[in-house]
């Protein structure tokens, strides 16, 4: 069995959602895993396995757009944090007697595994973007140069790379193997029925969504406008797992911000999306560009009454094509992160003698 360093990227919740599930998959091999992160990660793991606090990179957001400049000059004038982290964690990883590392889009773990002359693994949706071949609009080719350069500074050069996408894309080089997305277990035993609410969900609040739905026909339960109760059509919820896993999975639609996550967990189940991308965040308006092409929802860069309406006219179109949506688990990619591993240890275990 392996000594694994497992990094986990805690901005947002999606990496530590999935990482959960290769996670626990990877103890109940019998390996030995130490897993690192922060933030929203640290909170949303550690109730589960035993986590280690490292320094955190993060994204610089201005009026819920993502400003690649200050998110740069904000890092670099951390780095005496960065190097610090990196430090401990290298220490801890001798301790630790690591053999491979896994990392979800987490630097620092990766940048051990590279000084100790490791087997890395990367896993995420990020490197679909540099690793596949695939397509968007080109007044998007800034952001996506921009997003593409953070994606390769992040966890360069791993042994391997399981990239997730809920589409299909041929892949560049032989150390890249592409995967359905991972989803939790909750989502893969779930049934999912269409009830007559619209699921809403924003990272974070917007007047100009508000004053656009409460023209719109039909009702919308709400999530992330920092309030709560009944406005008209409108029913504002708090931040609660349980109560918005029960509106996912009954809605009959949704509307909101295009993390890879919830867009994944929504086409699995069925549900019919219109997408609201972050501004500037590349990897939501790829994810949105996505879903608009493939049939599975809309995408508009900007919102208005008459889109939301024209959505809602569509449903019925957009259910079709998600009936044909391949529904998948998450064996293959845990089987192939398991030959991975088998086939490194020999390698790590002899460098290290």
Known sequence: MANILYGVNGEGAGHSTRSKEVLSHLVQRGHSVHVVSFDRGL??????????????????????????????????LRTPSVIRSLKRLESLADDWRIDVVVTDFEPL?????RRRGLPI???????????????????????????????????????AYLAISFFEAPVRGRKTFLFPPILRQEILRAQASAGSHVLVYVTSPSADLVRILRSAPGQFICYGFEREGMDGNLWFKRPSLETFFADLLSCRAIIGNSGFSLVSEALHLGKPYLAVPVKRQFEQIFNAYYLDKMGYGAYWEELDGDRVRRFLANLDAYAASLAAYPRHDNSALLAKLDDLIGQYLPRSRGAAS
């Open 121 to 159: 693994v990367s896993i995420d949706n990020q490197h679909c973007l540099t690793n596949a071949r695939v397509s968007y609009p080109r007044r998007y080719a800034a952001d996506a140069a921009a997003a593409k350069l953070v994606t390769r500074v992040m966890t360069p050069g791993a042994d």
């Open 43 to 76: 909170k949303n793991l550690a109730k589960d396995f035993e986590v280690t606090e490292i320094y955190g990179l993060r994204f610089a957001y201005v009026n819920n757009q993502v400003r690649y400049r200050k998110t740069l000059a904000r890092n670099l």
């Open 109 to 113: 773990s990766c940048a051990v595994g």
